[in-house]
Every structure is written in C-alpha cells, then in structure tokens.
C-alpha cells in the first residue's frame, strides 16, 4: 500500500462517519471553491489545494510524495521533533520505519485546525438550534483558536521528517468523526437509563479499559452515578473544544447528558449552571477509540505493521 492509498482511504473512513450530512459536506467544498478561484497571485499559488477535495482541514499528507510503499508504521497520538527521532533511531536497529502517523496535526495541518470546527455548529443543528445560532455560537471561538494556533511554530516536527527522509502524515478529524459515531451510535442503540450505565458502557470499550490501567479512564465530571442520562449528545469532533455559551443551548434544546473528551474549567462552571451531567470519556482514550475505528477501515486487509508510541495502543475490532 503505498502512501496517497493510505491518506485516501484515511478520508473516505472520515466522511462515512461525519455526522454532517452530504449536502452540507458538499456546500462546503462548494464555498472553498469558490474562495480559490477569486484568488490571484501569491494567495492563490500558496493556497492548501487539498482544501478543494476534502473538508479535514487537520488530516494531511506532511511529508512524502504519496508513491512510497509503506508496509511499517510508527503512530503516535502526539507527534513531535522527538518521536520523529525515535523512528530515526528504530530504522538505525532495522525496525524499517516506512511512515510516521499522529493524530494530532502538525505543519500546515496544525495552522488551520480553526477551519474544522465548524463542524460542531452542523452538529447543534440535529437538535434544534437554527443554522444562524449555531454559526453565531461558534464564529467567536473560531476566532479565538485562530488566533491562538497562529503564533506556534508548526513546522518543526515536519521539517524534522523531512531532514531524516521519513514520511509524515497526520489524521486528525477524520479519525474525531469515527469516534464521535461511535460513541453516538452506541448510546443511541443502548439508552442508558442512569450515569453509571453510561461510564459501564465506556468502560467495557477496550481504549477506555486500557486507560484506566493508566488512571486516566472515564469519570463523571457533573452529575452522580444514579442521576437519569436522559437525551445524550457525544462531543468528540470538531477540532477542539467549542465555546462556553452553546451548553445552555444545548440544555434548552433537551440535552441532559454530554460526554466529551475533555473539558476546559470555564466550560465546567457554565455545563453545572445549566443543570447538565458530563461524563469525561478520556481525551487520548478516545483519541485512541477513533484513530484505532479508522485504522481497520485503512487497513482491512491486516497489510500494514503498527508500531505503538506516543500514547497510541492498537486494537483491532476484528480481534476483540
């Protein structure tokens, strides 16, 4: 399988699974469309062409001309200057690293992680806010991790890769959207009746079993073991974590239970106001649930080696 194959397949597993729906997919792609084409100039010769053929704005090819035939792969949840080393130093004692994959962006991946948050806004819409509130919602926090993302040194992880020769790519949404449906899925099928029927389900998925070997497993954040779960909304995808204001939204809209990755103090504080329960998932568990959902779709066919780093531990549905 060779790289282009491996990203491809990567982002067909992300669509399948976005909880958006294809005409507002498509509408997307329309709009960036018609961005790239009023461009001229050094805007238009340095824009992100993969933008035209796909909305993961986080999920890239970093490093790599897509033709190299990759059979070993060293994935992390995290990728940095240093694991890019630990490959380096894996193909020196014949480990034959072929590519490095993380989940979290990186390069130019990382520097526009704001433009796939829109995503939650399209989620909120399921539930009965109006497009204009969710988008209103959301611009503002939007903003706000651009900013924040714009003065991080992005490339040195891929420059890194590129001085040692090892190709890089990152999965970052596409893999979000696999566990978001899961999880979605899941709890819809199951209705769990109280909160600890909630953390019961969690806790038998094997990343989350895994993760409580670490302490670091799920956990109700708002809300006791026997308070009603009532309607459950999964907060996984979408970049990062959205603004503090769409909890009360959510509440009004007949949302009692939210579980997440993760959650901010500001976030916490507005999520108790509003009388909602919150069960913390585990950020790099689920990370782990989503990139592991996509990997088996990437890799059906058992052709690729793993090699485990970074907080990454792979499980094969197929196995369990």
């Known amino acids: 399988m060779n790289l282009q194959t491996i990203y491809e397949m990567a982002v067909k597993k992300g669509l399948k699974e976005d909880q958006r729906s294809k005409k507002i997919i498509e509408k997307a792609l329309k709009d960036t469309k018609k961005v790239y084409s009023k461009l001229k100039g050094i805007d238009r010769s340095t824009f992100d062409l993969e933008s035209l053929k796909h909305p993961f704005h986080d999920t890239r090819i970093l490093n790599g001309r897509g033709k190299e035939q990759i059979k070993n792969v060293l994935v992390g949840i995290d990728i940095d200057v240093s694991e890019i080393l630990l490959a380096e130093k894996l193909r020196e004692k014949g480990r034959g690293i072929d590519l490095v994959i993380s989940h979290h962006p990186s390069g130019r991946a990382y520097a526009q992680l704001h433009k796939v948050m829109d995503i ?26 651009a900013r924040g993302v714009a003065p991080a040194n992005h490339a040195r992880a891929v420059d890194a890769a590129k001085l040692l020769g090892i190709p890089f790519m990152c999965i970052h949404t596409a893999a979000d959207n696999c566990v978001a449906h899961f999880l979605q899925k899941l709890f819809d099928n199951r209705k769990p009746k109280k909160l600890k029927d909630v953390l019961s389900i969690l806790k038998n998925i094997p990343e989350y079993k895994f993760a409580m070997q670490l302490n670091a497993g799920p956990f109700l ?45 500001s976030g916490y504080k507005m999520a108790k106001s509003e009388f909602l329960n919150y069960v913390i998932a585990g950020h790099i568990a689920s990370d782990n649930l989503g990139l592991n959902l996509l990997l088996d779709a990437v890799d059906s066919r058992g052709s690729l080696n793993f090699i485990e780093c970074s907080g990454f531990r792979r499980v094969r549905r197929d196995k369990i």
């Open 221 to 265: 954040l708002i809300g006791d073991e026997d308070t009603t779960a009532g309607k459950i909304f999964v907060d996984m995808t979408g970049g990062t974590s959205g603004p503090d204001k769409m909890f009360a939204r959510l509440s009004q809209a007949g949302i009692k239970t939210i579980i997440g990755m993760h959650c901010k103090e």
């Open 120 to 145: 939650q806004s399209s989620l909120w819409e399921n539930y009965g806010l109006t497009r204009e509130v969710a988008h209103g919602i959301m611009k503002d926090r939007i903003d706000e991790v």
